[in-house]
């Protein structure tokens, strides 16, 4: 009997990936054949997943948009239907732009405080280079595992919501196995994470100047109560600093 028994069970729209995956090459000036020799794939299957034809797996998912700089969240934008955890984020960095530069000052300060508290970093301080874009197996199955007892869930409650058995998610939990790429969109959607908390932040993002580096951290490490305990805060600091103040 297969673990994955309904691993097709929703609608994942191959096509819209393969596009967004193709936008994203082409934008970058990557071939599919750099990108499937970077992914250690053929790369008529990097084109056959822009056809809209095939799937890749989680650790070539991840390779994918480690190679490209792309987050996951951008190419699976159509599948995961805006996470609790993502919602008010680019309000704030909006909302953060308003105060003063010494009200910015301390909102960093604060912000640093919480990431090195709140922030799942033991792993990062192991990592080198070549670590990047490599799924770690037993990291992913303790994030997993963590953030559904954070959102109380059983195991059996998450498999039945991702169309799996009770058995595989505990095979995940433990590092003995990786769901597909569509249970793994099932798995953030029931627990209202986002994609990149599970990988473990895998995926080495070069920070672009419009957004604030704390806040992609923040995203990325961080479950989805403590996101919560970091909005709140900001939100308060917000709400009661000084805002910068415009010339009449």
Request: glycine share 4%; with cysteine.
């Amino acid at each position: 009997m297969k673990d994955e028994k309904n691993e097709n069970k929703g609608k994942f729209n191959r096509e819209e990936f393969g596009k967004r995956l193709r936008e994203v090459r082409k934008k970058s000036k990557v071939t599919s054949d750099r990108l499937g020799f970077a992914c250690g794939v053929n790369p008529v299957f990097i084109r056959q997943i822009e056809a809209g034809a095939r799937m890749p797996s989680i650790p070539v998912f991840v390779k994918i948009c480690d190679n490209l700089q792309v987050s996951p969240a951008y190419l699976l934008e159509n599948e995961i239907q805006n996470p609790v955890t993502n919602k008010g984020w680019g309000e704030l960095e909006e909302e953060l732009r308003q105060l003063s530069e010494t009200s910015r000052s301390m909102v960093r300060e604060v912000l640093h405080s919480l990431i090195e508290n709140l922030a799942e970093q033991e792993k990062k301080w192991e990592k080198n280079e070549e670590r990047y874009g490599i799924v770690d197996h037993i990291e992913f199955g303790r994030r997993l595992k963590k953030v559904r007892q954070e959102m109380q869930y059983t195991s059996q409650e998450v498999a039945e919501n991702c169309g799996v058995s009770s058995v595989f998610i505990r095979q995940v939990e433990l590092g003995e196995r990786l769901p597909s790429l569509s249970v793994f969109i099932y798995l953030c959607e029931t627990l209202q994470i986002s994609p990149a908390y599970l990988l473990g932040n895998e995926i080495k993002l070069e920070v672009t100047e419009c957004h604030w580096d704390e806040l992609v951290r923040i995203q990325c490490d961080m479950t989805t109560r403590s996101q919560q305990v970091v909005k709140d805060v900001l939100t308060s600091l917000i709400y009661n600093l000084p805002k910068e103040e415009k010339n009449t």
